[in-house]
């Protein structure tokens, strides 16, 4: 069972569309970070999200943390082609180091 | 170079034979953590260490695998009898200090492919 559950874990969309991915848990968490993975490479940070309600927008990305910070979503608008990807959100267990980690949505955007 | 790197990038071994897995991370970087990433699925933790010693290696699966850090730089996992479920990337991180809220900076991983 994940800790983490992601979805949706596949979406193609054509390119200028608007597409939102969402990462939820029965489990609430200190923060949860978002994180870009491309083929053939490791996961790269995009966000930290901290506060229960947090917006933070970077760019043409908006993260959101749910109220009760059990959930997170992540939105896309006009999504671009250079915005494919595998995306993953990870929380830390609060009682060790380690960071639980959801399956990942894959995203393709088609020009 | 300023990143972590990983080597090999791929790996190929059969069933029952002994493997080691290179990861070189960010200079200064005093933690450091290793993932197993299947086809399809999120990095799964493995063993985080700090400094030169093993702070949690909850992760690793079975006492096939272990790995070390002996300078508190560069890490080794290694991989003993090789089955062929543990096929899969093996992924190394180091963050500047410790804990999970600080940034993982990740290498490109090692595709270990055990036939």
């Known amino acids: 069972t994940q800790l983490l559950e992601q979805s949706p874990q596949f979406l193609s969309i054509q390119e200028g569309e608007n597409l939102t991915v969402y990462c939820n848990s029965s489990?609430?968490?200190?923060?949860l970070q978002w994180y870009r993975q491309e083929p053939g490479e490791g996961p790269v940070l995009l966000v930290t999200v901290v506060t229960g309600g947090e917006v933070k927008k970077l760019k043409r990305l908006t993260f959101q943390f749910g109220d009760a910070r059990k959930d997170s979503s992540l939105h896309i608008t006009a999504a671009q082609p250079g915005d494919t990807g595998l995306y993953l959100c990870?929380?830390?267990?609060?009682?060790?180091?380690?960071?639980?980690w959801g399956a990942g949505t894959k995203l393709i955007i088609k020009p | 170079g300023a990143g972590v790197s990983q080597t090999p990038s791929n790996k190929v071994t059969e069933k029952g034979k002994y493997v080691e897995l290179r990861c070189d991370p960010i200079s200064g970087h005093t933690a450091l953590y290793w993932y197993r990433q299947s086809l399809g699925q999120g990095p799964e933790f493995l063993i985080y260490f700090q400094g030169t010693g093993a702070a949690d290696d909850s992760g690793l699966p079975n006492d096939r695998f272990f790995a070390v850090r002996p300078e508190g730089s560069v890490s080794t996992l290694k991989i003993q009898r090789t089955e062929r479920g543990d096929s899969a990337v093996y992924l190394c991180?180091?963050?500047?200090?410790?804990?999970?809220?600080?940034?993982?900076?990740f290498g490109p991983g090692t595709r270990l492919l055990v036939l």
């Open positions: 990870a929380g830390p267990l609060t009682s060790n180091y380690q960071l639980i």
């Open positions: 991180a180091s963050t500047m200090g410790g804990g999970p809220q600080e940034t993982q900076y």
């Open positions: 489990s609430v968490f200190s923060s």
